[in-house]
């Protein structure tokens, strides 16, 4: 039963926005929680998300990943949020149409679980009791009460999606997309249906894909069984973890390599239990060194032994009924549950003296990702896709280059599964999801694959039709994402203009199941790649490196921390330093800087504006004419950056574009240029106002993509009080930020002069700062020293910038020569190098040098004490194999923290003598 699926967007604005416009007043502190309500209404009433169609220009186009209709917003959707929107919030900006397309998956297993828990807790009935129709009704009922929730929570975290188009899998469009393709499909022969293991949950009463199963490493055990060789002459023994499968064998296998049993290779040996011989058969899957090197083959119930059944024509066997009870096939054992089979048994067997010994022995389980019930392999008549043809086209793709993997070596993972690719079983035993278009004749049996319901059959024109129960894998709709949610079958605008699309970011753990489809069925159906690169994220991790999961506790809500920290310093903490395909780090002290980080540009902005307000000789701030050294060294490294995060979001490297942005605005703008322009400011000098203006506008346009909320707030209030005839934008002011020019890199105010110049400028302040630091000395003291500088620009530029250094050093220069007469050397003369200067401060006479030097001495025994114990921890071969990653690794950077330490605390030494 399928109708359309209606977004509730009005709702969820209404809920939770407010005004549309900022306050007069600029607060003292950034409250992010107005501003983002704020300006989210504003951009959705603006209708800036929403694209207009130019055939003048190439679209930039990205089909967000649907997340599951029951789901509610995680790290991992969190992290690919910032990444696609901070991607389309800057083609945006660059002038192109940008869609950004969002959507939900139906998501058959979990949410027909989710509404058979409801409906048990709620109304004491199972699906089976309302049946088909009516359960099918009350999942549309859950799906249209609950299913817009992770859209809220997007629109939270700041996502500029076109919500406009919003598509679900179930949608008349996709729907009628996943007929089209399974009819035409089946017409070419590549829909067949037939018996194949595969995953069955028994508690689900389904089959699973792959990515349904979840795996991890449990206690078992290995039991030793004797098989009789049928002419008398002893046995052989088995190894197996699954003594209950035992009835289901048809052979035992060896490999024709192992030369313990070449001899008994085409020898019968006698069943334990059931007393019918089977083969010894020689095959490469054996593992040599696993057990006894001699595998029972179970076709019925293991997908290895299924293929070595296929090699080597096995029967097969089904001991097990879909439950996981045991089946006729097993005698005295029929009816049992598999577990308690297993314990009868092995009693039996040791009853016979057939059960040689058992030890323990760890094993990966497979267990159904939605009712964690342990997956059984059955061999079961499903509809299968065959894969071959499609993989092949879709591995040309790749290695023709018309699609790119970022990165690079994910490629070879991709070209290795296409190549090993089997056929994919795409039925499931479900009643929610896209039913499968098959109708059988009830009086002759004959079968009728349409894209509608048939009036009758085809062969002998009866209307007692029965359509097939099962639904298609979540997955097969999911392959045609791309183009299905575009309009595809239909020869819609849409299609034609937006497809083939960009991006597809998305998870690496996800490459084969989703992306590796997306290229195969974009291909076949389209005759098109759906996307031109790949680019793949890795997993959020907590701040010591485990995989976040609620058995640990070490999940955090991506809402929670909204809340806390606001959603851009949660969007910065979880893409600042990432690089494709690596895992990342996420901890409370990393959002905290985020939010720190904020905090800085918002106080910057109120002085900037502060300064602003009013002041006189503000034209030509979009384009300044620096007559400082200060203002020529910020512009060209303002320049510098803007090219470097240009560059880095080409090469789709966000994570060094956040790191470059936050070292500039943070250190170079905010910590130092905002302090030099504050000396000429209090002097009456009013020459650094327009490159304040120019530097901090075009900062706040060139962040807007990483942290649109704040960016946004700040760069209204600052246009608000500049000439407006100025603006990037013809003249014009634009709207939003969202809609303002990128910035563009000026080569020719790259001044490396004056950047040499300004970090010798900054080495004697830092130094001088750090000296403070370390020896203790009170912050307000006013300190003195001279220069020693040898003739040319060094020497010009520190007698220049002589009020600056004095000002934010509290250090006066007493003098500033090419070289002193008579140097004064005494104890209490720090005597400190910066390139090519000398600078010899006077620590004053509050400080007790003796004290100092134990207390620094002391310092440096225990750093090199704690260095051995770190050394011999680390090469320890012990310790490196059995401590956890995150440990070693923790190790290790405090070993090269200590080392750093030692060094300073040896120049200290020297300045004390």
């Not at 079968?447 to 009036?455: M, S, W």
């Not at 575009?486 to 849409?494: H, Q, S």
């Not at 994220?537 to 609620?550: I, N, T």
């Amino acid at each position: 039963m399928l109708r359309p699926y209606t977004p509730i967007i009005p709702q969820i604005t209404r809920q939770i926005m407010t005004t549309t416009e900022p306050s007069q007043e600029f607060p003292k502190a950034y409250d992010h929680h107005p501003v983002e309500e704020r300006l989210y209404q504003f951009w959705m009433e603006s209708g800036f998300f929403t694209p207009k169609i130019d055939h003048a220009k190439e679209p930039f186009v990205i089909i967000m990943p649907p997340p599951n209709v029951t789901g509610e917003l995680h790290l991992g959707h969190a992290l690919t949020a910032a990444l696609q929107d901070a991607m389309v919030r800057w083609r945006r900006m660059m002038g192109d149409p940008t869609l950004w397309l969002p959507g939900a998956d139906h998501a058959g297993i979990a949410t027909q679980v989710v509404v058979e828990r409801m409906l048990q807790a709620q109304d004491d009935v199972s699906r089976h009791q309302l049946g088909r129709e009516q359960f099918v009704e009350r999942v549309w009922q859950w799906v249209e009460r609950y299913g817009n929730t992770i859209d809220r929570q997007h629109m939270r975290l700041g996502a500029s999606c076109d919500w406009s188009r919003k598509r679900f899998t179930l949608d008349p469009g996709p729907s009628l997309a996943v007929r089209t393709t399974f009819v035409n499909l089946y017409r070419k022969g590549l829909i067949y249906q037939g018996e194949r293991i595969i995953n069955w949950c028994p508690r689900c009463m389904t089959a699973l894909s792959d990515l349904e199963v979840k795996h991890a490493d449990e206690e078992g055990a290995l039991y030793y069984i004797r098989y009789p060789y049928e002419d008398g002459g002893g046995h052989l023994t088995v190894a197996t973890t699954r003594p209950e499968t035992l009835m289901g064998d048809t052979a035992v296998a060896v490999h024709p390599a192992n030369p313990k049993y070449q001899a008994i290779v085409g020898k019968r040996v006698i069943l334990p239990i059931m007393q019918r011989p089977i083969p010894v058969i020689a095959d490469e899957a054996v593992e040599l060194e696993f057990g006894t090197g001699a595998l029972k083959v179970t076709p019925g119930h293991d997908p290895v032994d299924f293929d070595i059944g296929q090699r080597h024509g096995l029967p097969i066997v089904n001991i097990m009924n879909l439950d996981a009870t045991l089946n006729a096939e097993v005698g005295p054992f029929a009816g049992m549950e598999r577990y308690e089979a297993r314990k009868r048994v092995l009693e039996r067997l040791e009853a016979d003296g057939l059960l040689e010994k058992q030890e323990a022995h760890p094993m990966s389980l497979g267990r159904c990702d939605r009712c964690d019930t342990i997956v059984e392999p059955l061999v079961s008549k499903q509809w299968f896709m065959r894969m071959r043809p499609l993989a092949e086209r879709a591995a040309q793709a790749v290695n023709d280059g018309r699609v790119t993997i970022i990165p690079e070596r994910f490629t070879k993972v991709y070209l290795s599964w296409m190549e090993n690719i089997r056929d994919w079983c795409i039925s499931r035993q479900l009643w929610w999801g896209h039913r499968i278009p098959v109708w059988y004749c009830q009086e002759c049996g004959a079968l009728r694959v349409e894209l509608e319901t048939p009036r009758g059959c085809s062969a002998c024109g009866s209307a007692r039709l029965r359509q097939d129960p099962d639904v298609l894998d979540t997955w097969f709709s999911s392959g045609l994402w791309p183009h299905s949610t575009l309009g595809w079958p239909k020869d819609t605008e849409d299609f034609r203009y937006f497809y083939p699309t960009t991006v597809m970011e998305t998870g690496y753990d996800i490459l084969f199941f989703w992306v590796a489809r997306m290229v195969m069925m974009g291909l076949e159906n389209t005759d098109q790649i759906p996307f031109k690169t790949v680019y793949l994220h890795g997993l959020v991790r907590d701040p010591y490196g485990a995989k976040m999961s609620k058995s640990r506790g070490n999940v955090v809500d991506p809402l929670k921390a909204i809340d806390e920290y606001g959603a851009d310093a949660l969007r910065f903490a979880l893409t600042t330093g990432i690089t494709p395909g690596n895992d990342t780090r996420l901890s409370p002290g990393k959002m905290e800087a985020a939010r720190n980080f904020a905090n800085k540009l918002w106080n910057a902005s109120r002085f900037v504006a502060a300064s602003l307000e009013g002041a006189a000789g503000l034209g030509g701030w979009s384009n300044p004419k620096p007559t400082h050294r200060e203002d020529r060294w910020v512009l060209s490294q303002f320049n510098r950056t803007v090219g470097n995060v240009n560059r880095f979001n080409g090469e789709f490297l966000f994570g060094e574009a956040q790191r470059e942005q936050y070292d500039f605005l943070w250190g170079t703008f905010c910590d130092w240029y905002i302090e030099l322009a504050k000396v000429r400011l209090r002097s009456g000098d009013a020459s650094p106002l327009p490159v304040l203006a120019h530097v901090l506008e075009g900062s706040l346009r060139l962040l807007h993509p990483y942290m649109p909320f704040v960016t946004e707030e700040l760069w209204q209030r600052l246009t608000a009080i500049l000439p407006p005839g100025e603006l990037p934008n013809k003249g014009v002011r634009p709207p939003s930020i969202m809609v303002a020019p990128y910035p563009q890199a000026t080569a020719l105010a790259i001044d490396p002069g004056a950047e040499a110049e300004m970090e010798l400028v900054r080495g004697v302040v830092q130094r001088i700062r750090n000296m403070r630091a370390e020896f203790r000395i009170n912050p307000n003291s006013q300190l003195s020293a001279t220069v020693e500088a040898p003739q040319g620009g060094d020497f010009q530029a520190i007698k220049e910038e002589r009020v600056a250094i004095e000002t934010l050093s509290r250090t006066t220069l007493t003098a500033i020569a090419h070289q002193f007469a008579n140097p004064v050397s005494s104890p209490r003369i720090a005597n400190m190098v910066v390139q090519s200067l000398k600078v010899n401060v006077h620590l004053g006479m509050d400080i007790d040098l003796d004290k100092e030097r134990k207390r620094l001495q002391s310092e440096l025994a225990s750093a090199q004490n704690a260095i051995r114990g770190l050394e011999a921890r680390l090469s320890n071969q012990a310790f490196l194999d059995k401590a956890p990653e995150e440990v070693v690794d923790k190790e290790r950077e405090r070993l090269e923290t200590l080392q750093e330490r030692t060094g300073r605390i040896g120049e200290l030494l020297a300045v004390l003598g």
